[in-house]
């Protein structure tokens, strides 16, 4: 859709490469509750910020991006995802909640610090 063709010309940038290198070491190092956990913070994030926007544009990428995001399968998928964790959260050891919660912390920064990553390099080129 943008004429990227040579993937391998594509460079992360610094907290790309943060969040990236986190979610591979838990996904290396992490269990299946670990790994959902990590992904959580992206897959209600983008639903809330989907519901939230205030949508001045009347079209283009940002529209078509919210208009995903706020789908009924993406929004399916949330709630699968909350159910899923809900019914996987009864009865974890302290010491597990606390790692998880660790986790989905860790991810938020991640993904915030990612945003705001590309809205600097978006102020830079402008």
Same mark, same amino acid.
């Given at each position: 859709?943008?004429? @990227?063709? &040579?993937?391998? !010309?594509?460079?992360? %940038?610094? =907290?790309?490469?943060?969040?990236?290198?986190? $979610?591979?070491?838990?996904?290396?190092?992490?269990?299946?509750?670990?790994?959902?956990?990590?992904?959580?913070?992206?897959?209600?994030?983008?639903?809330?910020?989907?519901?939230?926007?205030?949508?001045?544009?009347?079209?283009?990428?940002?529209?078509?991006? @919210?208009? &995903?995001?706020? !789908?009924?399968?993406? %929004?399916? =998928?949330?709630?699968?995802?909350?159910?899923? $964790?809900?019914?996987?959260?009864?009865?974890?050891?302290?010491?597990?909640?606390?790692?998880?919660?660790?986790?989905?912390?860790?991810?938020?920064?991640?993904?915030?610090?990612?945003?705001?990553?590309?809205?600097?390099?978006?102020?830079?080129?402008?």
């Amino acid at each position: 859709k943008h004429g @990227i063709t &040579d993937l391998t !010309s594509l460079k992360l %940038s610094r =907290a790309g490469k943060e969040y990236a290198d986190y $979610l591979m070491a838990i996904a290396k190092g992490g269990d299946w509750f670990e790994i959902n956990v990590a992904m959580a913070p992206c897959l209600f994030g983008y639903s809330e910020a989907a519901f939230n926007a205030e949508v001045t544009v009347g079209e283009g990428e940002y529209l078509e991006w @919210i208009n &995903d995001y706020k !789908s009924e399968g993406y %929004s399916d =998928a949330v709630e699968l995802g909350r159910i899923t $964790l809900e019914r996987h959260s009864i009865g974890i050891s302290t010491d597990k909640a606390l790692k998880l919660v660790k986790i989905f912390a860790d991810v938020a920064l991640l993904e915030v610090n990612f945003w705001t990553d590309a809205l600097n390099f978006e102020e830079e080129t402008n």
